[in-house]
């Protein structure tokens, strides 16, 4: 019964041995990774600044880029370090604190989301009420709770993960450490944690899903009502990069965690988790950038144009 090794240590296989290409992927995520820093720190950065970007949608989206970044920090360091060296030595503890921010700073997402939804359903649903409903008192109160429940909703999954018995095994086949490949190296019961997260799904990721879904119905309908042309494309315009970038977040979160982990092949979890964790944080500056007047004129007042 008390035959087993205790691990303290993993070792973060990320992509396996790439022989001689793990150069040219290195480089190419360090890439990735600086472009993320720097377009999320520059829309944080534009939205402190600029006057004319102090407004609750603006407010909300440099929450959105800090995510983004906390969550790119978080991941892409060690999965460089796994490429270059072949395998990256974690220790248990830092195993668990990055499964700890990177799960906390998801469902953080899960709930911002639908926050900046609201805040679209408000502007245009109610544009004449909208300043006295998204006060300071009421955006500060929008932006601070998906940061709470972020970060405690995900102690129902983290506590279990740290009591898991993780023999002999310590290899994790993965980019970083989540909880399936950490499940799959456990030798202790993992069924309990398996039903939380279930139960979990309905507050963190369908109640969220349904009630931008049920903002964008109203936001169409809105839309549709507006007479001339230019007002419809200048209100679609507003919403189209939130859109996206809600496209993006909930489809590589549906692929990965709603849909059966027994379905999927390594190579395929590996890929949906590089898209959430490396391209989607680097996509929602540039999308924003893009498609939004305001932070293209903020752009060529900072780069004197």
């Avoid at 590089?274 to 924003?288: C, E």
Wanted: glycine share 4%; proline share 4%.
């Amino acid at each position: 019964m008390m035959n087993r090794t205790r691990v303290t240590d993993f070792i973060l296989l990320g992509f396996g041995n790439l022989h001689s290409l793990n150069i040219v992927f290195f480089i190419f995520f360090l890439m990735v990774f600086l472009f993320t820093v720097m377009g999320n720190l520059l829309i944080i950065v534009l939205v402190s600044t600029n006057v004319h970007l102090q407004t609750p949608m603006y407010y909300f989206l440099s929450h959105l880029s800090f995510s983004d970044l906390m969550i790119s920090t978080n991941v892409v360091p060690n999965m460089l370090g796994a490429i270059l060296q072949g395998g990256k030595m974690m220790t248990y503890l830092g195993c668990i604190t990055q499964f700890y921010f990177f799960s906390g700073t998801t469902v953080t997402e899960c709930f911002l989301l639908p926050v900046m939804s609201y805040d679209r359903y408000l502007a245009i649903c109610n544009p004449l009420r909208y300043s006295s409903i998204m006060d300071f008192k009421h955006k500060t109160c929008l932006s601070v709770w998906p940061w709470l429940l972020g970060l405690t909703l995900n102690l129902v999954a983290v506590m279990p993960v740290s009591d898991f018995n993780f023999c002999h095994d310590n290899i994790i086949d993965h980019i970083y450490c989540d909880l399936f490949p950490l499940q799959k190296l456990s030798c202790s019961d993992t069924s309990v944690i398996e039903l939380e997260i279930l139960l979990l799904c309905m507050p963190i990721f369908i109640f969220p899903c349904g009630l931008i879904i049920v903002s964008y119905v109203y936001i169409f309908h809105t839309i549709y009502k507006i007479p001339s042309t230019t007002g419809k494309q200048k209100a679609f315009s507003t919403c189209s990069s939130h859109l996206i970038v809600v496209g993006m977040f909930y489809g590589t979160l549906t692929a990965k965690y709603m849909i059966p982990s027994k379905g999927h092949s390594l190579l395929i979890n590996k890929i949906v988790s590089l898209l959430h964790t490396v391209f989607t944080p680097l996509l929602n500056p540039i999308i924003y950038s893009l498609r939004n007047q305001d932070i293209k004129k903020a752009l060529k007042k900072v780069s004197g144009q």
